[in-house]
Structure formats: structure tokens, C-alpha cells
């Protein structure tokens, strides 16, 4: 919908776009460029002795990728009854790997400058994997780093499997 | 520089670097066989064919460093100078030093470089006589040939050549006069020399080659590709001139092979004229081609193009394939008809052999990786002072380009080991009562999936209690501990060991062989050393044929499907309540005729949940493994069938025991288990326990 808006905007150099899709009932984004695509949610073959957000292994087109829940990560609820899940196909660095969300919304374009920090707030969870904060009229939509929320800790995790198996 | 132009050296900075390799081994053989006319005929026609391509596109230092080389070599053809260790190192100096300006030349085409001081040694070698620059210059317009006769006789070759596939050729034939004219100022004099050898190697080669074309397009006929779609797989009719390279490499006269070769080879022959009658000194190159053919195999620049390209069609029958199973699976549940049943079982079996067919393009010879160690070994033993004979066995054996690739760095450092730290100098030698020469031989051959590569040599052997004594030294071992000693060898392995005094040039900084075994096992390969005091070593290199494609047997586990392959199982059987015996505190075991064997659950090893049931319900898989043979319970074996094996992404990649993916039939991706590997930890933790408890039941 606001695509077709965003392409006629003047881009500046700053203008970034980012994809913004639902947790639950918070708003989270990904840069834009990092997305390769988004399908719905596949039959998966589950992955043994993986961390629990690690939902499986799919078939896309004949590329084996791995599909990881964020919500589960993030200790979301997902909504119920939703009918809108679906997979975005990231691109990180080469990595592919598939992301479950609740659903998609939109595509962002702003500025740097319409980025705020995150604020210093004592939490149970590290906010390293926060980029930034999105805010517009009395939404906020959180900028996501999604290497950084799977990071390499769980990549080690997984590989460290090595010794338990 | 116009486009054409610059497609004309880069063609050229291709072909030389052949050139260069042939020209390596034939000083390599010169220095075995100093006589030996032939040989000195060869390089002549090589460094003469090198020096009037080169001019004829422009590249006036090489051709002008190539001519002082001709220099050198015409006067050891004349017999004015004799042949002689000195004189191979300043041949093969020479050689390296055009190899280097290639290489420059083809990172940056417009490159200069400074020759003179190379010049001026081999100036000082021929010591300035103008008489044999005469002479070379009277020679080389021997070899060119008019443009009638070339044309003449390439023109036969399409009348010989019974092929229909030929049009692509023909086709591209018809640029042979555009060619023609772009150099016909170059044309000189008679050629009969060269006539003959064009005429003499057309004809040969044509009957060679057309011999595999004709049942090469017989075989694909018969798996239903068309022409057309062979062609356009294989991209021929945009690139015939780099394609002939491809078509070469792959070659090599295997059937399968040569399948997909076929078409590029009328290419490949109709391109050489083009080339004779566009650089006209070219033409002695295709003597050359035509005493080795397969050597081409080693032009990786061009080898990596076809690459893209095999594995663009592998990837797509790869597909074919996963449809066909899912076709195959389904056929007697959705299809009734008789004859659509009995079609889909032809498309398998065809599936199956296109499939072998393209798995087949991506293996390679290993020659030209070998040839390489003779100029690692002569490098070595020139250097120190050792006499070395170097032999090589199965050269022709093939294996998947990837796994090649990876091979070369890892085997110049056993052949350099074997070479400095396996044979002893000419005096120990000769103290040992044995021939002064000492020998190398690297032996290729396949054994059931895997490329065995051995590197033997008849040198003095490792001496364990020196290794032992290291080791200590080192604090890898407990002075105490008793290791037998075909386990103490393993320790030259270890990273940072090294037992030479003396940090040679060659080796001894000890960083060769644990480089060397992370590499191979890094190819999900093995290296294994034997040795014998005084009689010499072995390192024996395990590698996997393909890394692709393997036997698979499908086996269920609760609701999940996972791979094993196939290589690995020895026997499944379905246990009996006699066969199972409980050990407190251990587990279960299997009695197998006689064997007990450690039993373990893959639904625990894995964590996943399992079928209801007693052991005796589930299905026992054996294993033999070098170590230890264990039994592996499984709810089912649902069948067997090739996978394809698909890497798994970083985030899951590196866990043991688990080797990769694969798309079974119904589209949905299942692991493949290593359970040599998934176990590995388990057997070693538990190996003595096991031992006990087995002694004690038994």
C-alpha cells in the first residue's frame, strides 16, 4: 500500500526503507534490503536438539533454509487466531534463513534523524539487538537487528551441539 | 584497445599458460632424458609457438623474452650445447618468469615488465652468439602456412567428420576468412613444415575425436535430449571458442563424459585452424594438442566457467530428479492406467542416468594436479641436495572439481615432507644399502566411494621414539603414558610439530601437516600414516568421490524421516528377544551371531520421540566402523534412494553427526545423520566400559 507512495517520494540519500511486519502485538522492522522475500508459513522438518525458536528446515525451491520463530526468541505471545503468519526470507550476509512473524504491514521509508535511541531502561532482556526506535504520530516500531537477536551465542549454540551429541 | 583486439589477447594469455605447462613438463622430462630429440623438438615448437602468438597479438616483451629463450633451446637442439641440470633450472626459471607475465597480463592487459635481467642470464649461458638467432629466425618461416592449405585441409576434416551434430562448427567455420584477412600481412613464404603437421594432426585428431562424438550422441539420443536442447544446455552456440577449452577439459574419452563433450568437439577442432590461420605460428600448437589432449584439463580459468555451468544443470536434475521421486511414489496410488505407469518408470531410469551423466561432468582427472608434484619434487631435491625420482600412478583416476580444487595445497606439503623428511640424503642412502636415487611415488586409485591418493616413499621411516621424545618436549604427552607407537606417529599431526634440527627452506617450521590434515578433513576426508623404520612411510589420503550425491536409505524415527548413508550401514536386521541381553548400568547389547555388539537409541541421541515399544519392535541398523561396530535402533527403514545432498545454512551448519540435507520425495527436506560421527563421542567415552561389559556377558 505505502510502496507505491514511497516510490514516488523524492528519495534522499538518507531515506531508508525498512519492512515492517508484527510480533504479537508489537510492531518490529527489518531493512528492506535485507529481505529476499515473503511466503507463507512452510512445512518444516524439525531440527534436532535445537534451541526451541528454531522451528525447522525448509524446502524453498530446492534451497534447504532454516526457520526461526522470533516470538518464541523474544518471549512474545503470538496473537490467536491470526491468519496472517508468514515467513520473511532474510538475507544476512548470504545467510539465508526464514522468519516467522505474525503479520506483515508495511514498508517504511525515513530518515536517520527520525530514529531514536533506545532508551536506557533496566530490562531482563538485552537490547543489544535493537537498532533504533521508529516513531511516528503514537506508534513506536522497533528496528531490529536480526543477526544481533540470533547471535552468534546461538549460532555457537547450535554448532556446540558438537559436544552434547 | 578495440574490443576484438583485446578478445584476441585474452584468447591468448588463455592458451599460453597451456602452453607454459606443457613446456614445464618437457623440461621436467628433458632433465630425465637429456638426449632425447623429440623432447628438444617439442619445447622449440612450444617457445616458438609462444614467441609468434604473442607478437602476432601484441605482446612484444614476451615474444621478445620468449625469442632469447628460443636462443637457448635452438643451441641445445643443435648440439652446440649440451643439456644439463644448470641449464633445466634456467629453462624452468625462463618458464616461470612468462608464467608470471601472463598472469600480470591477464590482471591487467596494457601490464610492462623488466626483462633484462633474466636476458642477461641467458645471454650469458648462450654467451652471445648471433649465429643461432639466424637460424631461428630461418626456422620459424618455415612453419607458416598459406591460407589455401589451411582451409583446404580443414575443410576436409568436415567432410570426414560423419557427425551430424557438425552445424554449430560449420557455422562457426565461416569465420575462418574474417580471420584470414585480420592477419594475412603475416604470411610468408612456403610452409611445408607446417602443412604437413597441420594436415597430419587434423586428420588424427579428427578420427580420434569423431570416434567418441558419434556414440557420445548416440547415448544422448537415447535419453531423448534433442540436439537443440543439448546445445543450449550447454550454452555452446554463444561461446564456441571458450567452450573448445571446456570441451577438452572435460574430455578424456569416458563415455558419460564425453556425452556432453560431444558438441564442442567438432568445435574444438574447427577452432585450432582458426587460431593457425590467425596467428600463423601458431600452427605447431596442434602437434602439441594432439601428443596430449588431456593435459587441457588443467586450464582452471576455464574449467571454472564450465562450472557455473554443470552446476546450473546439476542443480536443475537435481529437481528433476526429487519431481520424479514424488511422481514415482505416487504413480500406483493416483495411476491407473497401465501404460502412463510403465512411462513413469522409463522417466526414472532416464532421470537416473541424466542424472549420473551430470554428476559425472563435474569430476576431473587428477593428472594435472599431480604433474605439478614433479616440479615440487624436483624444486626440493635440487634444493636439498637429495636425487629424487618421483613416480606417479593412476593419473587418469577422476574426482568431483571441488574436492581437486581443495587437494593441491594439501599434497604439496606431504610430497615436500616425503621428500626432505622421509628420504634420507645420498650418503645415508648409501650407508643403508640403498640405491643413491631415492623414490616417490604417489599412487591414485579408487576404493569402494572414495579417491585413495598414497604417497609413499623408501626413505628411512619416522622413528617413533623420536616423535615420543618431541612430544614430550612439546608437552603433549605424559613421559609416562605407554602410547603404542603406530599411535605415537599420529603426533606428527599435531599443530606446531615438528621434529627436523633445522628450520630448512623446504620444511621444518611444523605447521605442514596439521594444516594438511585439517584441510583433507575439511573435504570429509582421512589421512592416515604408516611407516616402517628403514623401509620408508605411507600417507594414505581418503577423500569422498563426490561431495554431492550419495546412496541413501530413508529410515523413520517416531514422525520424522532422516538419511543414512548407505555406505555406512552393514546390516539392519529386526532383533529378537534372544538376541537382546540389559546391562545394568550400561544399556543394551546386541548378541549378533556370536558379536556383541553396544546398542543406542537414535530417538534419545536425538532427543525425538519414538514409537511405543520394546527394543524388539524397533529395527536394529549395524554399523562397522574402523573403531567399533555398534547397532542403531530405528522405528522403520522406508526405503532406499539417491539423495542429493544440500548443505545446510551456517546457522546449522558444524553439528556433529549431521552431514547435511537432502529434498526427499514429498518436497520436504530431511537431515542426513553421519552415525560414525553421531556416536563417535559416545563410543570413545564409553569404549573401555563397553569393552568390560562386553566381557563380562560374552
Redesign the interface.
Known amino acids: 500500500m505505502s510502496i507505491e507512495n514511497l516510490n514516488n517520494e523524492n528519495v534522499n540519500s538518507e531515506l531508508q526503507r525498512f519492512l515492517e511486519f508484527s510480533l504479537g502485538e508489537e510492531d518490529y522492522a527489518l531493512p528492506l534490503l535485507s529481505v529476499r522475500e515473503v511466503i507463507s508459513v512452510p512445512e518444516t522438518t524439525p531440527i534436532p536438539k535445537a534451541p526451541s525458536h528454531f522451528l525447522g528446515i525448509m524446502n524453498l525451491r530446492g534451497q534447504v533454509i532454516s526457520v526461526v520463530d522470533l516470538r518464541t526468541k523474544l518471549k512474545i505471545k503470538p496473537k490467536e487466531n491470526n491468519h496472517e503468519e508468514s515467513v520473511i526470507i532474510v538475507d544476512l550476509n548470504g545467510m539465508n534463513l526464514g522468519i516467522v512473524v505474525d503479520s506483515i504491514n508495511k514498508v517504511l521509508a525515513f530518515t536517520t534523524d527520525e530514529v531514536n535511541d533506545v532508551p536506557e531502561i533496566e530490562s531482563q532482556v538485552n537490547a543489544e539487538y535493537i537498532n533504533g526506535v521508529y516513531r511516528k504520530e503514537d506508534a513506536l516500531t522497533v528496528l531490529l537487528d536480526v543477526a544481533k537477536v540470533l547471535d552468534l551465542k546461538d549460532l555457537k549454540a547450535v554448532g556446540g551441539l558438537k559436544s552434547a551429541a | 584497445m578495440e574490443d576484438f583486439e583485446r578478445e584476441l589477447k585474452e584468447d591468448f594469455l588463455e592458451e599460453s599458460l597451456q602452453l607454459l605447462e606443457d613446456s614445464e613438463q618437457a623440461f621436467l622430462a628433458l632433465e630425465d632424458d637429456n638426449d632425447s630429440t623429440d623432447l628438444l623438438d617439442q619445447i622449440f615448437r612450444l617457445a616458438h609457438n609462444l614467441k609468434g602468438t604473442s607478437r602476432a597479438v601484441g605482446f612484444g616483451e614476451v615474444a621478445e623474452f620468449t625469442h632469447e629463450m628460443e636462443n637457448l633451446i635452438l643451441k641445445l637442439k643443435t648440439g652446440e650445447m649440451q643439456v644439463n641440470d644448470f641449464v633445466v633450472t634456467i629453462l624452468l626459471e625462463c618458464n616461470d618468469h612468462i608464467t608470471h607475465m601472463i598472469n600480470t597480463l591477464r590482471d591487467d592487459i596494457e601490464a610492462t615488465f623488466d626483462n633484462d635481467a633474466i636476458i642477461a642470464k641467458i645471454i650469458s649461458v648462450v654467451s652471445g652468439d648471433t649465429v643461432g638467432e639466424a637460424e631461428v629466425q630461418a626456422e620459424a618461416q618455415v612453419e607458416e602456412a598459406p591460407v589455401a592449405e589451411v582451409e583446404e585441409v580443414a575443410a576436409e576434416y568436415f567432410e570426414e567428420d560423419p557427425v551430424e551434430v557438425v552445424t554449430p562448427a560449420a557455422e562457426n567455420f565461416e569465420e575462418v576468412p574474417d580471420a584470414v584477412m585480420f592477419d594475412d600481412s603475416d604470411f610468408e613464404e612456403d610452409g611445408e613444415a607446417a602443412e604437413e603437421v597441420i594436415a597430419e594432426t587434423v586428420s588424427e585428431e579428427s578420427n580420434e575425436e569423431v570416434e567418441i562424438s558419434n556414440s557420445a550422441i548416440e547415448s544422448l539420443r537415447e535419453i531423448g535430449l534433442s540436439d537443440e536442447e543439448i546445445f543450449k544446455q550447454l550454452g555452446i552456440e554463444t561461446a564456441p571458442k571458450n567452450d573448445a577449452d571446456e570441451g577438452l577439459t572435460i574430455k578424456k574419452g569416458e563415455d558419460i563424459v564425453a556425452q556432453t563433450v560431444v558438441e564442442t568437439e567438432p568445435v574444438v577442432a574447427e577452432a585450432a585452424p582458426v587460431n593457425n590461420v590467425t596467428d600463423i605460428k601458431s600452427a605447431p600448437k596442434l602437434p602439441v594438442q594432439k601428443e596430449k589432449p588431456p593435459k587441457k584439463k588443467s586450464e582452471d580459468e576455464s574449467i571454472r566457467v564450465a562450472l557455473s555451468r554443470v552446476e546450473k544443470l546439476n ?1 536443475v536434475v ?2 528433476l530428479v ?1 519431481l520424479q521421486t514424488v511422481l514415482d511414489q505416487r504413480r500406483f496410488v493416483a495411476i491407473q492406467d497401465g501404460l502412463a505407469n510403465k512411462s513413469i518408470a522409463q522417466l526414472g531410469k532416464l532421470s537416473k542416468e541424466i542424472q549420473e551423466i551430470s554428476m559425472s561432468l563435474r569430476m576431473v582427472p587428477l593428472k594435472a594436479t599431480l604433474q605439478k608434484m614433479n616440479r615440487i619434487v624436483r624444486d626440493t631435491s635440487k634444493t636439498l641436495n637429495k636425487q629424487v625420482k618421483l613416480h606417479l600412478v593412476g593419473e587418469d583416476t577422476e574426482i568431483d572439481k571441488t574436492v581437486l580444487e581443495n587437494l593441491s595445497d594439501p599434497l604439496v606439503h606431504i610430497v615436500r615432507n616425503a621428500v626432505d623428511h622421509g628420504l634420507e640424503s645420498t650418503d645415508g642412502r648409501i650407508k643403508a644399502g640403498k640405491n643413491e636415487v631415492g623414490n616417490v611415488e604417489i599412487r591414485a586409485f579408487h576404493e569402494g566411494n572414495n579417491l585413495v591418493i598414497q604417497i609413499n616413499d623408501d626413505g628411512g621411516g619416522i622413528d617413533h621414539n623420536i616423535i615420543r621424545a618431541k612430544a614430550i618436549e612439546c608437552g603433549l604427552i605424559n613421559p609416562n603414558k605407554e602410547i603404542p607407537p603406530h599411535e605415537m606417529i599420529q603426533y606428527i599431526f599435531h599443530p606446531g610439530f615438528s621434529t627436523k634440527e633445522e628450520v630448512t627452506e623446504v620444511s621444518g617450521r611444523g605447521v605442514g601437516m596439521d594444516v594438511v590434515k585439517t584441510n583433507i578433513e575439511g573435504m570429509s576426508g582421512t589421512i592416515e600414516v604408516k611407516t616402517e623404520m628403514g623401509k620408508g612411510s605411507v600417507f594414505k589420503v581418503c577423500l569422498p568421490l563426490t561431495m554431492a550425491i550419495i546412496d541413501g536409505m530413508v529410515i523413520r524415527v517416531g514422525g ?2 532422516y538419511i543414512i548413508p548407505l555406505s555406512q550401514v552393514h546390516e539392519s536386521l529386526k532383533p529378537t528377544k534372544e538376541m537382546m541381553n540389559k546391562i545394568t548400568g550400561f544399556g543394551e547389547c546386541l548378541n549378533l551371531r556370536g558379536e556383541v555388539l553396544p546398542v543406542f537409541n537414535i530417538g534419545q ?4 520421540k519414538m514409537d511405543d515399544g520394546e527394543s524388539i519392535d524397533k529395527i536394529a541398523i549395524i554399523i562397522h566402523n574402523a573403531n567399533f561396530n555398534f547397532a542403531v535402533l530405528v522405528d522403520d527403514i522406508l526405503h532406499q534412494q539417491q539423495v542429493v545432498i ?12 549431521f552431514m547435511g ?1 537432502s ?1 526427499l520425495g514429498d ?5 542426513i545423520l553421519d552415525l560414525n560421527e ?1 556416536y563417535s ?1 559416545s563410543l570413545k567415552k564409553n569404549q573401555n566400559s563397553i569393552k568390560e561389559n562386553i566381557a563380562r556377558v560374552a
Not at chain 2, 646 to 657: A, F
Open positions: 542443480n537435481g529437481e526429487i520424522e524421516k541421541t536425538l532427543s525425538r544440500k548443505k545446510l545454512g551456517d546457522e546449522i551448519r558444524g553439528r556433529k553427526g540435507s529434498i518436497g520436504k527436506p530431511s537431515f553421531l563421542g
